[in-house]
């Protein structure tokens, strides 16, 4: 008897411990699912909060020469804001930056006197008006999710009438950020589809880029065209102690401006009839005999 107590004891211990991964994946996915909801709401809570303090603004956009323009230092400071939230990862801030100064190059050729091309709105709530109670209360539902990678949409109804919204985030640290967040605000219309873009755009690229301490940096990047778009850089550079660097990471585009973000930060070129050029620290374009020194050439064919 004490044998066949024993035997079930044990088929019963077995079987718990073949689902217990089971119960766990499903654990943590519910888990992520809730932490993504609430990086999502809590988000639009606080830039909510944001917008309506009149004392947190950043008015980033000038007037120059009857044109609209950026200036870069407030512009920097009130994606600053945004990054402070605690709720966004570097490749949406790097996304929005590319984004104004692809609408700046589009103000160039438009007077100073009505709506600026991408600014009819707001970007993350994409509409003039918005229901908060929409933003930080509506469902939220995972349309893919791995380990550190979720597609989502938040919908429900505002204003009277239903409403998705899509964004992507990522975790970092252990939270939840926001990478994307889709919105059509215009900028798009004469360039054709982003995908497009993209598929024109994913190539090799090589140039000799000049550096202070060396004899030039051999520069190799490749966009891919892959449903991340990731890209591979491999910087070598030339002299005394020479060295290879070796880095990977994601690619966004917006007007005639691709970004390149990766753990340590991001940078922007601006898309030339041959290339890409780096812009300069400041996010300014190149004067042209200085572009020629830092363009990566599109090898064609690759």
């Known amino acids: 008897m004490k044998n066949l107590i024993f ?10 411990c073949k689902e217990a991964p089971k119960d766990a994946a499903a654990d943590a996915a519910s888990a992520d699912s809730t932490a993504i909801a609430a990086s999502v709401h809590g988000f639009y809570q606080w ?4 917008v309506q303090d009149n004392t947190k603004q950043v008015d980033f956009v000038i007037t120059a020469n009857n044109h609209y323009a950026l200036d870069l230092s407030l512009l920097d400071k009130y994606l600053a804001n945004i990054q402070a939230s605690g709720f966004v990862s570097s490749e949406l801030l790097a996304s929005d930056k590319s984004f104004y100064q692809a609408c700046e190059k589009l103000w160039q050729n438009e007077a100073a006197d009505g709506p600026a091309t991408g600014m009819d709105g707001n ?16 469902p939220v539902r995972i349309n893919s999710l791995d380990a550190d990678k979720a597609a989502v949409t938040l919908y429900g109804t505002e204003g009277g009438s239903p409403k998705e919204q899509n964004m ?4 970092e640290n252990g939270k939840w950020l926001l990478t994307k967040i889709e919105c059509d605000m215009g900028l798009d219309a004469d360039a054709g589809s982003e995908q497009t873009q993209v598929e024109q755009l994913a190539a090799f690229y090589t140039g000799s880029l000049p550096c202070q301490d060396c004899e030039g940096i051999e520069t190799m990047l490749t966009l891919n065209a892959d449903e991340k778009r990731t890209f591979t850089l491999e910087e070598k550079y030339k ?3 020479p060295k290879t660097i070796e880095s990977t990471g994601t690619w966004t585009v917006a007007g005639d401006l691709v970004t390149l973000t990766q753990n340590s930060g991001s940078t922007i070129y601006q898309i030339t009839a041959d290339g890409l050029v780096s812009l300069n620290a400041d996010g300014s374009e190149r004067d042209a005999a200085s572009a020629e020194k830092y363009l990566l050439k599109k090898v064609i064919g690759e």
């Open 7 to 16: 035997a079930c004891l044990f088929v019963s211990l077995f079987f718990s």
């Open 239 to 241: 002299g005394k102690k």
């Open 123 to 138: 970007k993350y709530f994409c509409a003039q008006d918005w229901d908060i109670n929409f933003w930080t209360t509506s």
């Open 47 to 50: 830039y909510d909060g944001y």
């Open 168 to 171: 992507e985030l990522k975790k």
